[in-house]
């Protein structure tokens, strides 16, 4: 299966600033998902990352809030802007392989 | 809407013995049905994952059980081992949609 590597793996923010989370994978994929996983909680998409178009939003999350590049097929940023405590959170970046859906390990945000 | 639903929320079980967790859902398109196991500080990683086309999956002292008809599947972890002790999320999803509706998990403690 893919090997994702995410960047950072955790980091404190101050309210107001803004984040923005690298996805490198070492293998060409098609689509890349990026995931929120609020404390305690179960894993929500964000958005589906498609290279050379626009990413794809799920109902409540939106572009100006999660801006999402794909430059090419092995790599996607996810950028939280405009942060406040309600952010923090694990951001998780996942591909589809042929086992399945893979996932990085995550970037731990907090929000001071 | 809560396309897949699991249960139960946290289940204690003493090494040597069977941990079962359930998961329902309400979307006949549903056509992958994976296990994702996730510790404190990892992103969740792939455990066990079966499609509509067999009942039965079994791994090592995994096994997933699928129940079509009342569209229920459950994963069966025998001889529980303190190791074992985790997060376990359930998920679903269908050919082409490309990304996974998540359970709300299930916090397994293996006391030794």
């Known amino acids: 299966s893919a090997v994702i590597s995410q960047k950072p793996s955790r980091d404190i923010c101050q309210r107001g600033t803004s984040l923005t989370i690298q996805c490198q994978v070492d293998?060409?994929?098609?689509?890349m998902f990026w995931y929120r996983q609020q404390p305690g909680q179960s894993l929500t998409l964000i958005a589906t990352?498609?290279?050379?178009?626009?990413?794809?939003?799920e109902s409540g999350f939106v572009i100006d809030k999660f801006p999402i590049s794909r430059p090419n097929l092995t790599f996607s940023t996810l950028t939280v802007s405009n942060m406040s405590p309600e952010d923090s959170s694990i951001y998780l970046c996942?591909?589809?392989?042929?086992?399945?859906?893979?996932f990085g390990s995550g970037t731990r945000l907090t929000v001071v | 809407q809560q396309q897949v639903k699991q249960s139960p929320q946290s289940l204690i079980v003493q090494k040597g013995g069977i941990s079962i967790i359930n998961c329902a859902y309400e979307?006949?398109?549903?056509?992958?049905f994976p296990w994702y196991q996730q510790f404190p500080g990892k992103g969740p990683a792939l455990l066990i994952a079966?499609?509509?086309?067999?009942s039965e999956k079994k791994e090592g002292r995994f096994t997933i059980s699928f129940n079509k008809s009342a569209k229920q599947f459950s994963l069966h972890i025998m001889d529980s081992q303190p190791g074992d002790s985790a997060t376990y999320f359930c998920?679903?999803?269908?050919?082409?949609?490309?990304?996974?509706?998540f359970g709300a998990g299930t916090q397994v403690v293996v006391t030794p």
């Open positions: 996942s591909v589809e392989g042929v086992y399945g859906y893979t």
């Open positions: 079966i499609r509509p086309d067999v």
């Open positions: 293998s060409q994929v098609t689509m």
């Open positions: 990352a498609n290279q050379g178009s626009e990413a794809t939003y």
């Open positions: 979307n006949t398109a549903f056509d992958y």
């Open positions: 998920a679903a999803s269908m050919r082409g949609w490309g990304k996974l509706q």
